[in-house]
C-alpha cells in the first residue's frame, strides 16, 4: 500500500522565545496534509540537521526573530552538504532584513518569508517545491 | 548508498531513509528488511503508553538519559495521530527529546498513524526491526495518548509501562477494561501533585485483583516519578529490567516473543491478500457491477466479499 505524504521539519533555532509564527506554520502545513515534525525553541544547527537526518524530511522550516539568521541558514546548509542531505529544501521565515536575503538564497536556502506573508504563499512555495 | 549494509553500521541517514521507505510501503524497502532481518531479535522493546498529557513524552526523555548513563544506545519510535480531515500531522513529541539530537548514541523517529487504529501506525514494528539492526539495545515505543482500547503496544513490546495521573481516579475506573490490563508497569507521573497516593493505592488495589490467583504471576510494580525533576527514573529503568528477569526466568518472553511473531505474520497475509485480491480484481467488469450492486444496496456486502474471494482464491462458482 503506497502512503506517500510529504514530511516537513519545523525548527526554532537561537535564544528567543517567539515561537507563535513557526507554530502558525506548523499548524497550517498539517490542515493541508503535511507530517510536521516540531522541535520545540532553542535549537542549535547541529540538533536542527540531527533531526531533519532521523526523521527523513523533504523539507526544514526555520523561524528566526532574534537576529541571528545571518549565522543559523549557512550553518544549516552547511551541515546538510556534509551529510549528505543537499536535497533537503530548506525555508525560512521571520524578521529578515531585506538586504540580508540575497546572500542567504545564494547558500541555497529557497525561500525566506517576511512577517506578513500570507500562508498561502507559503503552501504554493512548498507545493511547487517539495510536493 | 547501500541501505542495508550502511544501516548494519549503524548508518543513521541510511536508516531514517529505509525507514522512510518502508512506511510508504515501497516494495524496495520491504527488500531491504528481508536482509535485515537476520540481524534483528536482539533489542529490548519498551512500551510507553498512557493518556494524552501524562508526560510520556518527557518520561522517555529521560528514561533515554538514565539508558544512556548505564551505556545503551536508545532507539525511540514516537506515534501521533494524523489528521482525520487533512491526513496531515503535527509530531511534537521530539520537543521534549531534542536534548538528545546530537548524541549518536539516539536515534528519534517520530511517526504519524495516518489512519491506523491500536495506539501505533502501521509501520512502527517495521521501524522497530530496522533501528533493532542498527544495534540499538534499547527501543521505547511511545504510543499515542490513549483511553481503553489501543492496546497494540502489547503485541510490539517485551515490556510495557502504563502511565497515569494523579487526580484521575475515577478515570482509573473507566480505564480497568483497556490499558489496566496491558500494563507490566505502571507509572504514577507528576508524583508531586495532590492526589498521587491515591491514585497509587487504587491502582495497586485493582492489580491485586489481576494476580491474586497465580503465584509466580508477575506483580505490576506502582512507580512515582516526577519526570520533569527526574525522580524516581533509574527506578522506572530497573523495574524493566526485573519485569524483563521475571520473563525470562519463567518463560513467558519466548512465549510473548513467539506470540508476536504470529501476530506480525497474520497482520502480513492479511495486508498483503488483501492487496492482491483487490489487485486482481480491480478493473474487471464483474467487480465494477458488484461495486454497483452493492452501492445500489441490491447485493450485501457478506456476500460480496464471499464471491470475491472464492473467485480469486479459488474454491467458488466461477462466474
Not at chain 2, 38 to 62: E, Q
Not at chain 2, 192 to 216: C, I
Amino acid at each position: 500500500m503506497k502512503q506517500k505524504k510529504v514530511r516537513v521539519l519545523i525548527a526554532k533555532p537561537g535564544l528567543d522565545g517567539h515561537d507563535r509564527g513557526a507554530k502558525v506554520v506548523a499548524r497550517f502545513l498539517q490542515e493541508n496534509g503535511y507530517e510536521v515534525i516540531y522541535t520545540g525553541l532553542h535549537q542549535s544547527p547541529e540538533q536542527i540537521v540531527n533531526a531533519a537526518l532521523q526523521e527523513a524530511v523533504d523539507a526544514i522550516g526555520i523561524s528566526v526573530l532574534s537576529g541571528s539568521h545571518n549565522y543559523v541558514f549557512p550553518e544549516v546548509m552547511k551541515l546538510l552538504k556534509e551529510r549528505g542531505m543537499g536535497d533537503v529544501v530548506v525555508f525560512g521565515g521571520g524578521t529578515i532584513p531585506e538586504e540580508d536575503i540575497p546572500p542567504l538564497l545564494a547558500t541555497g536556502v529557497k525561500a525566506l518569508f517576511r512577517p506578513g506573508t500570507p500562508l498561502e504563499e507559503v503552501l504554493e512555495f512548498m507545493k511547487e517545491n517539495v510536493g | 548508498m547501500n541501505y542495508v549494509e550502511e544501516a548494519l553500521r549503524g548508518n543513521q541517514l541510511a536508516g531514517a531513509r529505509l525507514i522512510r521507505l518502508l512506511e510508504e510501503g515501497d516494495p524496495q524497502g520491504i527488500e531491504h528488511l528481508k536482509a535485515l532481518y537476520p540481524h534483528t531479535g536482539r533489542a529490548f522493546i519498551l512500551g510507553m503508553t498512557g493518556p494524552p498529557g501524562a508526560g510520556k513524552s518527557t518520561l522517555v526523555d529521560r528514561i533515554i538519559t538514565e539508558l544512556r548513563r548505564r551505556d545503551l544506545k536508545v532507539g525511540v519510535v514516537a506515534v501521533d495521530p494524523s489528521s482525520p480531515f487533512s491526513g496531515g500531522a503535527i509530531l511534537g513529541d521530539r520537543v521534549r527529546m531534542q536534548r538528545h539530537a546530537t548524541d549518536p548514541g539516539v536515534f528519534v523517529r517520530s511517526m504519524a498513524t495516518r489512519g491506523h487504529l491500536g495506539g501505533l501506525s502501521r509501520a512502527t514494528g517495521e521501524a522497530v526491526l530496522v533501528l533493532d539492526a542498527m544495534g540499538y539495545d534499547v527501543i521505547l515505543i511511545e504510543t499515542v495518548g490513549v483511553g481503553q482500547d489501543e492496546v497494540e503496544i502489547v503485541d510490539m513490546a517485551h515490556t510495557t509501562a502504563v502511565v497515569c495521573l494523579p487526580g484521575m481516579g475515577d478515570d482509573i475506573q473507566a480505564m480497568k477494561a483497556g490499558i489496566l490490563e496491558i500494563g507490566d508497569l505502571f507509572i504514577v507521573n507528576k508524583a508531586d501533585r495532590p492526589g498521587a497516593d491515591e491514585v497509587v493505592k487504587q491502582l495497586q488495589v485493582m492489580l491485586e485483583m489481576r494476580t491474586a490467583h497465580d503465584q509466580d504471576a508477575w506483580r505490576p510494580p506502582v512507580l512515582k516519578t516526577v519526570a520533569v525533576r527526574n525522580e524516581g527514573i533509574a527506578e522506572v529503568v530497573d523495574a524493566f529490567y526485573t519485569h524483563r528477569d521475571h520473563q525470562e526466568r519463567t518463560g513467558i518472553l519466548a512465549e510473548r516473543k513467539a506470540k508476536r511473531q504470529m501476530h506480525f505474520f497474520r497482520e502480513l497475509v492479511k495486508e498483503m491478500a488483501a492487496e492482491r485480491i483487490f489487485g486482481v480484481a480491480e478493473g474487471t467488469d464483474h467487480y465494477a457491477r458488484m461495486l454497483v450492486d452493492l452501492t445500489a444496496r441490491r447485493l450485501d456486502p457478506y456476500t460480496a466479499a464471499e464471491t470475491l474471494l472464492d473467485q480469486t482464491l479459488g474454491g467458488g462458482d466461477p462466474r
